[in-house]
């Protein structure tokens, strides 16, 4: 392979494999155009056609709410849901993604906090913070998976959020609690 | 700036078991996401940010003989490539340990190698892809030498510690061990070692530097951010006061941002030669060498006692890892004797430079790797001597350090060892090791005590207190998730007789007055007495009492009458805190940020003060795999007065799981041959997750313990996980007749005989 | 595909790897929206057939693998994160590259895997999480996923577009002195579904036990796969796969051989894992995942003998 080169092409094939059909191009190397639905609004950056979703919101779009913690999947901070379902925005590319992204910033119903927003802060289920955006995403995933309901389920999902200041009981309750909300 | 240390004598406040439970005042922020971390802030100009790459040694030891940077130049949107060549002389900083602020006294991007993972270089991009790609396609030749990875190397230096080290360290040597052990009705002899650690706090290290005009802002993290600006300022050789330093909140820290990289000053230095802001963020792996670790420790204890259990003779030798061209190492035994207080004692400490990145703190550095040796040795003292571990630890109160004969303010440990055995159902254990069990899980009960001195440090804040009735308090201490902001507010707040809610602290930036430096457990030991301080300062202008004393009027309407009396809008007061015993120029100092060497231990007249522990463990290890697994884990402390026990409660928690991970699961690994650490993500650096964390407690006992300090607040961030490691050593030894005395407790260790 | 091409779905291992300069593609073809992939499907035989983009949570949520094919369900339950198992396909998630961390930096010289012929740093480096089955002189670097443990074990098959379409699944991945070539896949070819064999006892009577020293979110020490089916007595069938002991997924055909026929005892699955690791390789920093190995089979057999189904 040539060292020096940066070429990359993305191609996305939307028909059955053998059957032909839709494909879309994405060139090259330098700035492509992508098309988010974030939050519910519609937004449209010029990245580098590597650049991860995260990174889009970050430093492109001014979400800085998700948060970078490893860039490698590896501690849960940048969880974001896409279509309702969470995923980790550093190992997706922006420009592959399809659906509508709920962040942090989109949850709460204007300033009426969501209940898992509210119940972090009534369990302190945080200290420095920095694990939060992408706990509380997960969080909210766990409850509408039906996975708060049995506590070691709980825990194993929630797994996937490394929290270092070890939080993690005060989650777990926080948790637990805002189910009942959740579920009223 | 007129300065005068202000040591006022302790004004009369509550003593007890705690404050309000006060939520975080910065709660809402953090659970929406807001921008208060260092990378999130917006820039102060309207200027394309470009991104840094640290460029990073793939050797351990030698010399850059080129550097080709043609393929990285070609990428377009590569703006800049600083190298040992392109970036001039920036000037290297003392060690933190020797009274400067960096993490390291190795030269920016020297052109000799002494650690893999050194940073010998910056690319600069217009986008963090370029840079990153860029930073693969730079090929270095190097002059490559054998170099020493740790202890057993051929190239490793070993050095007695009191004759290396710059801070006066000297090895305890009292009484006549060798006899006492001789006469022993009982002698422990055993050698434990512990692993390299990573601090890995979610936040990764980044710098974002802005230029406007001749001022320099950096949004960094920190623990110290009058460090970070004296380090930043000398490197770019620019006077102080035109360098600022912010960030509202750090995403943990653990004291991996106590001392300052190279990055920033690099970063800064391409930001003015650009003509731009930039932002570098060091990878993860990145992080591993950049920002000091717990180094890897040795050690040989001897432990003797009579048939009473009365620890006569404690001999314990430690070796620790450092890096080639800096001394770090923590203390001997002096801190450790506390506990129990043998009456014959001798430590040796040594030592051993390898080419390694140099370590620095890392949470309770100087108790977690000696404690777990000496709680160990506690341990099985106690199985020699047919005695309760509990029992053990309860016949050794000590009242006064035995090598310097100061006492202390007081000594809550056996409290703690009775409420943690009653709370924890200690009654329950067979001592018989191998006794218990459920279903398929061996069962062990173990226990260990804690300790932590109070430290304190000089700082230094601004109260502005307007009409309305509302406070803001302002000091550039930082809120590593410790609640240093939420508990300065509940401080002035009680101080002025307002709801907590009146009074918002801004903390995290040098445009604040010095605050404390945010290691060693001191932010609230000593950020509140400044608070109180500035408090009486306002009231005094206001002719009022401190917390409505004497007043039964609703704290808000009399500060607002006292306001329409005095006929002024606002008054803003400055105050300034020593600890007592301080040196003369110890506020001044606090501007240029002298580094360790600005702490004291508290000596309130001739006594000193701990906040004390134990944890009682529950393993449990499958019969036929091995893995372990924590059921339950009970601490019970004491720390003076609770400013907030939420707070408080959380931090102990969070302690006790470092605890748990610190023993279990992390530890940095090195490959001996090519001296690199091959684990350093987040993958493979297993920290506890949600999981590993079943039945946990933190209690805390209230503890009447006055005149080291106005509130008799004692620090309790870094105490929970001193003891942790050996709690869970002894109950595996309980559950399974095998004594773990090399760190990790994991299950590798399970399978090295054929015990179960 | 090749080195020049790559397919594009969960993105997992792609993305993760393209930031560390290990995997340079030249083109990504994302096929996350291609249609009929998505699906788990009854085949005419009794089998499932499971649809190569369908994701690890999906395939771990599916009702007809909780009843009929207990150990898939568990195998993918338990790896990774949720956030990955949302994220990942079964068709990517088969082919995970592996954690060596040798392979994983290209500033480390030495790895046939990313560099033919550039050597096995882990041969004189850090090898504790290795492998100790299906090693060669040129790679020890171990593979990394379970799922794979349940397909091998299950005898499934793999359809793809292109010559490896209707080949068994434990020809796919392959080992020896060309680590750098993973798959019996050719360029370009794509895998679309598995297909599972119809359920019976023995995929009902089935277990997935991992073992690591953290309780979730980590990769296996060891992890075996086990079916089992008992008849009068005496073991009818059994399928054991072994994960984080080898290169590869890994059958234990002859801890099988072992006890077809025999009574399933303590003294049985004790001589059936001797027999799967008598040519393990022996190595100072993993020798104790060869005893760990050994008790996770024989953890396995017997839990899978007393599960009630």
Redesign the interface.
Same mark, same amino acid.
């Given at each position: 392979m040539d060292e020096e080169s940066k070429e990359l092409m993305l191609l996305t094939v939307t028909a059955q494999p053998d059957k032909g059909g839709e494909t879309r191009i994405v060139e090259g190397n330098r700035h492509v155009s992508v098309n988010l639905d974030i939050n519910g609004r519609q937004y449209q950056a010029s990245v580098d056609i590597r650049t991860s979703l995260l990174d889009t919101l970050r430093e492109h779009l001014g979400l800085v709410g998700s948060k970078k913690g490893c860039d490698h999947g590896q501690c849960g901070a940048c969880t974001v849901h896409i279509d309702g379902e969470p995923v980790l925005s550093c190992l997706s590319l922006a420009v592959e993604v399809v659906g509508r992204v709920t962040t942090i910033e989109g949850l709460a119903y204007g300033h009426v906090l969501h209940p898992m927003q509210q119940a972090f802060i009534d369990h302190d289920a945080f200290q420095c913070g920095y694990c939060t955006s992408g706990q509380i995403m997960s969080a909210v995933s766990c409850v509408h998976q039906g996975k708060a309901e049995n506590v070691d389920e709980l825990k194993d999902f929630m797994s996937g959020n490394l929290c270092r200041c070890a939080a993690y009981p005060n989650i777990v309750a926080a948790i637990k609690a805002a189910a009942l909300k959740m579920g009223a | 700036m007129p300065l005068i240390v202000e040591n006022a004598a302790a004004p009369t406040m509550p003593v007890g078991s705690g404050g309000q439970p006060v939520?975080?005042q910065?709660?809402?922020?953090?659970?929406?996401?807001?921008?208060?971390?260092a990378?999130?802030l917006?820039l102060p100009v309207d200027a394309p940010?470009a991104y840094g790459y640290l460029v990073?040694s793939?050797i351990a030891r030698g010399r850059i003989l080129h550097m080709n940077l043609e393929?990285a130049k070609?990428?377009?949107g590569v703006l800049e490539i600083l190298t040992h060549e392109s970036a001039g002389h920036i000037p290297a900083l003392e060690t933190f340990m020797s009274g400067g602020q960096g993490v390291t006294s190795v030269a920016p991007l020297d052109d000799k190698i002494y650690h893999a993972g050194q940073i010998i270089g910056m690319v600069v991009a217009e986008?963090?892809?370029?840079a990153?790609?860029a930073s693969?396609?730079i090929k270095v030749d190097y002059d490559e030498e054998p170099a020493a990875g740790s202890f057993d190397s051929p190239h490793a230096e070993y050095l007695r510690g009191q004759e290396a080290r710059t801070d006066e360290h000297e090895d305890a040597n009292i009484g006549d061990v060798e006899g006492a052990l001789m006469a022993a009705a009982a002698v422990v002899d055993r050698r434990y070692s512990t692993e390299t650690q990573h601090?890995?706090? $979610?936040?990764?290290h980044s710098t974002t530097a802005i230029w406007i005009g001749d001022e320099l802002v950096i949004h960094e993290p920190s623990q110290y951010y009058y460090a970070l600006r004296e380090a930043t300022a000398t490197q770019m050789r620019m006077p102080r006061e035109k360098v600022r330093v912010r960030a509202p909140?750090?995403?943990?820290?653990?004291g991996c941002k106590a001392m300052v990289s190279h990055r920033t000053a690099l970063t800064a230095f391409a930001a003015k030669r650009l003509g731009r802001p930039v932002r570098t963020?060091a990878?993860?792996?990145q992080g591993f060498t950049i920002a000091t670790h717990r180094s890897e420790t040795r050690h040989h204890v001897r432990l003797g006692a009579d048939h009473t259990g009365r620890l006569t003779g404690y001999h314990h030798d430690i070796w620790e890892v450092t890096s080639r061209k800096d001394i770090y190492a923590n203390d001997g035994v002096e801190g450790l004797v506390c506990l129990y207080g043998p009456e014959n004692i001798a430590n040796t400490s040594w030592v051993v430079r390898a080419d390694r990145d140099t370590p620095g703190f890392m949470r309770c550095p100087h108790a977690v790797p000696p404690m777990f040796a000496l709680e160990s040795a506690m341990d099985e003292l106690a199985y020699k001597l047919g005695m309760d571990p509990v029992e053990l630890r309860k016949r050794n109160e000590a009242h006064r350090n035995p090598i310097s004969g100061i006492p202390y303010t007081a000594n809550s440990l056996n409290r703690c060892l009775d409420v943690g055995a009653e709370r924890f159902g200690w009654a329950r254990r067979n001592p018989t090791p191998c006794s218990m069990r459920e279903g398929e899980w061996l069962v062990g009960y173990g226990v260990a005590s804690c300790y932590y001195p109070v430290h304190m440090f000089s700082n230094v804040a601004t109260l502005t207190v307007t009409s309305d009735a509302v406070a803001r308090y302002e000091t550039a201490v930082s809120d590593?998730?410790?609640?240093a902001a939420t508990i300065l507010s509940q401080v002035v707040a009680m101080r002025l007789g307002l709801p907590v809610t009146s009074v918002e602290t801004s903390v995290g930036d040098t445009a604040f007055p010095p605050g404390v430096h945010a290691g060693a457990s001191m932010t609230t030991p000593s950020a509140p007495n400044t608070a109180i301080l500035a408090a009486d300062k306002v009231l005094a202008k206001l002719g009022l009492s401190p917390g409505g004393q004497g007043d039964d009027r609703d704290g808000t309407i009399r500060m607002k009458e006292a306001f329409a009396r005095l006929g002024v809008d606002k008054i803003t007061e400055q105050a300034a805190w020593s600890p007592p015993g301080s040196k003369k120029d110890a506020i001044p100092n606090t501007y240029k940020a002298k580094g360790v060497k600005d702490m004291s231990e508290v000596k309130t007249g001739s006594h000193r003060s701990f906040a004390w522990g134990c944890n009682f463990v529950e393993v449990r290890i499958?019969e036929?795999?091995?893995? $372990?697994?924590v059921a339950r884990i009970m601490g019970a402390y004491t720390a003076g007065y609770i400013v907030n026990p939420?707070?408080a409660?959380?931090?102990l $928690?969070?302690?006790? $799981?470092?605890g748990i991970?610190g023993a279990?699961?992390e530890a940095t690994?090195?490959?001996e041959?090519?001296v690199?650490y091959?684990?350093?993500?987040?993958?493979?650096y297993?920290?506890?997750?949600?999981?590993?964390?079943n039945e946990?407690e933190a209690f805390l006992l209230p503890e009447e313990n006055s005149d080291f300090n106005m509130l008799n607040t004692k620090g309790l961030g870094e105490m929970g996980n001193a003891g942790t490691a050996a709690a869970i050593a002894n109950a595996v030894y309980h559950a399974t007749g095998k004594r773990i005395t090399d760190l990790?407790i994991?299950?590798?260790k399970m399978?090295?005989d054929q015990t179960l | 595909m090749d080195a020049e091409g790559q397919f594009l779905a969960g993105g997992t291992t792609m993305v993760d790897l393209m930031k560390l300069y290990v995997m340079r593609p030249h083109l990504l073809v994302d096929i996350k929206s291609l249609k009929g992939l998505d699906q788990i499907e009854a085949t005419e035989d009794g089998g499932l057939r499971l649809g190569a983009l369908v994701t690890m949570n999906q395939a771990a949520r599916d009702q007809r693998l909780h009843d009929g094919y207990r150990m898939v369900v568990r195998s993918l339950a338990q790896a990774a994160s949720q956030q990955v198992r949302n994220m990942a396909r079964l068709g990517g998630n088969v082919l995970q590259r592996t954690r060596c961390s040798y392979f994983r930096d290209p500033s480390f010289e030495e790895c046939n895997k990313r560099t033919p012929g550039s050597g096995c740093a882990a041969l004189n480096g850090v090898n504790e999480k290795h492998a100790v089955l299906g090693t060669s002189r040129a790679c020890i670097a171990t593979y990394a996923g379970d799922f794979a443990q349940s397909l091998i074990a299950l005898d499934a098959k793999v359809s793809t577009n292109g010559p490896f379409n209707g080949r068994a699944f434990a020809e796919l991945h392959r080992h020896g002195e060309t680590p750098n070539i993973e798959t019996r896949l050719a360029p370009g070819e794509l895998i679309t579904s598995f297909l599972l064999p119809p359920v019976a006892e023995w995929t009902r009577r089935s277990v997935y036990v991992k073992i690591r020293d953290r309780d979730s979110y980590a990769f296996a020490l060891a992890s075996a796969a086990v079916g089992l089916a008992v008849d009068n007595g005496k073991v009818a069938e059994v399928r054991i796969a072994l994960g984080g002991l080898a290169t590869i997924p890994w059958r234990a055909h002859q801890a099988e051989a072992v006890l077809r026929g025999q009574t399933l005892s303590e003294e049985s699955a004790k001589a059936a894992a001797e027999a799967e690791f008598s040519a393990a390789e022996r190595r100072a920093q993993s020798s104790y995942r060869i005893s760990l190995g050994k008790a996770t089979i024989v953890r396995a057999l017997l839990q899978a003998q007393s599960m009630e189904i």
């Amino acid at each position: 392979m040539d060292e020096e080169s940066k070429e990359l092409m993305l191609l996305t094939v939307t028909a059955q494999p053998d059957k032909g059909g839709e494909t879309r191009i994405v060139e090259g190397n330098r700035h492509v155009s992508v098309n988010l639905d974030i939050n519910g609004r519609q937004y449209q950056a010029s990245v580098d056609i590597r650049t991860s979703l995260l990174d889009t919101l970050r430093e492109h779009l001014g979400l800085v709410g998700s948060k970078k913690g490893c860039d490698h999947g590896q501690c849960g901070a940048c969880t974001v849901h896409i279509d309702g379902e969470p995923v980790l925005s550093c190992l997706s590319l922006a420009v592959e993604v399809v659906g509508r992204v709920t962040t942090i910033e989109g949850l709460a119903y204007g300033h009426v906090l969501h209940p898992m927003q509210q119940a972090f802060i009534d369990h302190d289920a945080f200290q420095c913070g920095y694990c939060t955006s992408g706990q509380i995403m997960s969080a909210v995933s766990c409850v509408h998976q039906g996975k708060a309901e049995n506590v070691d389920e709980l825990k194993d999902f929630m797994s996937g959020n490394l929290c270092r200041c070890a939080a993690y009981p005060n989650i777990v309750a926080a948790i637990k609690a805002a189910a009942l909300k959740m579920g009223a | 700036m007129p300065l005068i240390v202000e040591n006022a004598a302790a004004p009369t406040m509550p003593v007890g078991s705690g404050g309000q439970p006060v939520p975080r005042q910065e709660a809402r922020s953090k659970v929406t996401g807001q921008p208060i971390y260092a990378a999130d802030l917006p820039l102060p100009v309207d200027a394309p940010l470009a991104y840094g790459y640290l460029v990073m040694s793939s050797i351990a030891r030698g010399r850059i003989l080129h550097m080709n940077l043609e393929a990285a130049k070609a990428l377009p949107g590569v703006l800049e490539i600083l190298t040992h060549e392109s970036a001039g002389h920036i000037p290297a900083l003392e060690t933190f340990m020797s009274g400067g602020q960096g993490v390291t006294s190795v030269a920016p991007l020297d052109d000799k190698i002494y650690h893999a993972g050194q940073i010998i270089g910056m690319v600069v991009a217009e986008d963090f892809e370029t840079a990153r790609e860029a930073s693969y396609l730079i090929k270095v030749d190097y002059d490559e030498e054998p170099a020493a990875g740790s202890f057993d190397s051929p190239h490793a230096e070993y050095l007695r510690g009191q004759e290396a080290r710059t801070d006066e360290h000297e090895d305890a040597n009292i009484g006549d061990v060798e006899g006492a052990l001789m006469a022993a009705a009982a002698v422990v002899d055993r050698r434990y070692s512990t692993e390299t650690q990573h601090h890995n706090p $979610i936040e990764l290290h980044s710098t974002t530097a802005i230029w406007i005009g001749d001022e320099l802002v950096i949004h960094e993290p920190s623990q110290y951010y009058y460090a970070l600006r004296e380090a930043t300022a000398t490197q770019m050789r620019m006077p102080r006061e035109k360098v600022r330093v912010r960030a509202p909140f750090v995403g943990g820290a653990f004291g991996c941002k106590a001392m300052v990289s190279h990055r920033t000053a690099l970063t800064a230095f391409a930001a003015k030669r650009l003509g731009r802001p930039v932002r570098t963020t060091a990878t993860r792996d990145q992080g591993f060498t950049i920002a000091t670790h717990r180094s890897e420790t040795r050690h040989h204890v001897r432990l003797g006692a009579d048939h009473t259990g009365r620890l006569t003779g404690y001999h314990h030798d430690i070796w620790e890892v450092t890096s080639r061209k800096d001394i770090y190492a923590n203390d001997g035994v002096e801190g450790l004797v506390c506990l129990y207080g043998p009456e014959n004692i001798a430590n040796t400490s040594w030592v051993v430079r390898a080419d390694r990145d140099t370590p620095g703190f890392m949470r309770c550095p100087h108790a977690v790797p000696p404690m777990f040796a000496l709680e160990s040795a506690m341990d099985e003292l106690a199985y020699k001597l047919g005695m309760d571990p509990v029992e053990l630890r309860k016949r050794n109160e000590a009242h006064r350090n035995p090598i310097s004969g100061i006492p202390y303010t007081a000594n809550s440990l056996n409290r703690c060892l009775d409420v943690g055995a009653e709370r924890f159902g200690w009654a329950r254990r067979n001592p018989t090791p191998c006794s218990m069990r459920e279903g398929e899980w061996l069962v062990g009960y173990g226990v260990a005590s804690c300790y932590y001195p109070v430290h304190m440090f000089s700082n230094v804040a601004t109260l502005t207190v307007t009409s309305d009735a509302v406070a803001r308090y302002e000091t550039a201490v930082s809120d590593v998730g410790q609640g240093a902001a939420t508990i300065l507010s509940q401080v002035v707040a009680m101080r002025l007789g307002l709801p907590v809610t009146s009074v918002e602290t801004s903390v995290g930036d040098t445009a604040f007055p010095p605050g404390v430096h945010a290691g060693a457990s001191m932010t609230t030991p000593s950020a509140p007495n400044t608070a109180i301080l500035a408090a009486d300062k306002v009231l005094a202008k206001l002719g009022l009492s401190p917390g409505g004393q004497g007043d039964d009027r609703d704290g808000t309407i009399r500060m607002k009458e006292a306001f329409a009396r005095l006929g002024v809008d606002k008054i803003t007061e400055q105050a300034a805190w020593s600890p007592p015993g301080s040196k003369k120029d110890a506020i001044p100092n606090t501007y240029k940020a002298k580094g360790v060497k600005d702490m004291s231990e508290v000596k309130t007249g001739s006594h000193r003060s701990f906040a004390w522990g134990c944890n009682f463990v529950e393993v449990r290890i499958h019969e036929r795999t091995r893995e $372990i697994r924590v059921a339950r884990i009970m601490g019970a402390y004491t720390a003076g007065y609770i400013v907030n026990p939420r707070l408080a409660r959380s931090q102990l $928690i969070g302690s006790m $799981i470092w605890g748990i991970g610190g023993a279990m699961l992390e530890a940095t690994v090195l490959d001996e041959k090519r001296v690199r650490y091959v684990n350093n993500d987040l993958a493979e650096y297993e920290i506890a997750v949600n999981a590993d964390i079943n039945e946990i407690e933190a209690f805390l006992l209230p503890e009447e313990n006055s005149d080291f300090n106005m509130l008799n607040t004692k620090g309790l961030g870094e105490m929970g996980n001193a003891g942790t490691a050996a709690a869970i050593a002894n109950a595996v030894y309980h559950a399974t007749g095998k004594r773990i005395t090399d760190l990790p407790i994991n299950l590798s260790k399970m399978f090295d005989d054929q015990t179960l | 595909m090749d080195a020049e091409g790559q397919f594009l779905a969960g993105g997992t291992t792609m993305v993760d790897l393209m930031k560390l300069y290990v995997m340079r593609p030249h083109l990504l073809v994302d096929i996350k929206s291609l249609k009929g992939l998505d699906q788990i499907e009854a085949t005419e035989d009794g089998g499932l057939r499971l649809g190569a983009l369908v994701t690890m949570n999906q395939a771990a949520r599916d009702q007809r693998l909780h009843d009929g094919y207990r150990m898939v369900v568990r195998s993918l339950a338990q790896a990774a994160s949720q956030q990955v198992r949302n994220m990942a396909r079964l068709g990517g998630n088969v082919l995970q590259r592996t954690r060596c961390s040798y392979f994983r930096d290209p500033s480390f010289e030495e790895c046939n895997k990313r560099t033919p012929g550039s050597g096995c740093a882990a041969l004189n480096g850090v090898n504790e999480k290795h492998a100790v089955l299906g090693t060669s002189r040129a790679c020890i670097a171990t593979y990394a996923g379970d799922f794979a443990q349940s397909l091998i074990a299950l005898d499934a098959k793999v359809s793809t577009n292109g010559p490896f379409n209707g080949r068994a699944f434990a020809e796919l991945h392959r080992h020896g002195e060309t680590p750098n070539i993973e798959t019996r896949l050719a360029p370009g070819e794509l895998i679309t579904s598995f297909l599972l064999p119809p359920v019976a006892e023995w995929t009902r009577r089935s277990v997935y036990v991992k073992i690591r020293d953290r309780d979730s979110y980590a990769f296996a020490l060891a992890s075996a796969a086990v079916g089992l089916a008992v008849d009068n007595g005496k073991v009818a069938e059994v399928r054991i796969a072994l994960g984080g002991l080898a290169t590869i997924p890994w059958r234990a055909h002859q801890a099988e051989a072992v006890l077809r026929g025999q009574t399933l005892s303590e003294e049985s699955a004790k001589a059936a894992a001797e027999a799967e690791f008598s040519a393990a390789e022996r190595r100072a920093q993993s020798s104790y995942r060869i005893s760990l190995g050994k008790a996770t089979i024989v953890r396995a057999l017997l839990q899978a003998q007393s599960m009630e189904i």
